[in-house]
Antibody
């Protein structure tokens, strides 16, 4: 059974940085594209970024381009999201999710909460 | 980026059928079959319910079905049950990676 466990969330001041991690188990991690999806409190889901299985291709939603960097370490079965220049608009629960070739997310972590506030 | 529009809320009585629509542009919905649907209970992670417009993952009840017509995808829940009360989101994996606005399903 696939298990995804996020960590690294917390309280950070505006303009600050945070690095999220997602540890995968029960899956051949290097076979799959992976995504980060976020959800602001009381709001809907927003896709944030994804990365190809070998790390050679990355895509981002416009609102985080230039501030967030997605990466992965297949030797550690881990996905990362480096978040810089954070603002209150980035406050959200951040989920990592496995992508299937059919363009869907079939496995999700439980999320890690990022709060940007002074 | 374009938007995927869903009704804010849909309700039904136990045993009834309800349908949630997801309307977008041709490039988001009409041109491709990469539409999926997710169920999310409060405080929980989303769960995949339908992929590629109408396919159900293993373990998902056959009371859930999906379809598409033109630029609108739909999720139908038949034989509504109390446990179906949740938020539902469509998603398009096409020109844009885009979630719908979300629909709150209430079982009366």
């Amino acid at each position: 059974e696939v298990q995804l466990v996020e960590s690294g969330g917390g309280l950070v001041q505006p303009g600050g940085s945070l690095r999220l991690s997602c540890a995968a188990s029960g899956v051949t991690f290097s076979d799959f594209w992976m995504s980060w999806v976020r959800q602001a409190p009381g709001k809907g889901l927003e896709w944030v970024a994804n990365i190809k299985h070998d790390g050679t291709e990355k895509n981002y939603v416009d609102s985080v381009k230039g501030r967030f960097t997605i990466s992965r370490d297949n030797s550690k079965n881990s996905l990362y999201l480096q978040m810089n220049s954070l603002s209150a608009d980035d406050t959200a629960m951040y989920f990592c999710a496995r992508e299937q070739s059919s363009g869907c997310f079939d496995s999700w972590g439980q999320g890690t909460l990022v709060t940007v506030s002074s | 980026q374009s938007a995927l529009t869903q009704p804010a809320s849909v309700s039904g009585s136990p045993g009834q059928s309800i349908t949630i629509s997801c309307t977008g542009t041709y490039s988001a919905i009409g041109a491709y079959n990469f539409v999926s649907w997710y169920q999310q209970h409060p405080g929980k992670a989303p769960k995949l319910m339908i992929y590629e417009v109408s396919n159900r993952p293993s373990g998902v009840s056959n009371r859930f079905s999906g379809s598409k017509s033109g630029n609108t995808a739909s999720l139908t829940i038949s034989g509504l049950r109390a446990e179906d009360e949740a938020d539902y989101y469509c998603f398009s994996y096409a020109s844009y990676m885009l979630f719908g606005s979300g629909t709150k399903v209430t079982v009366l």
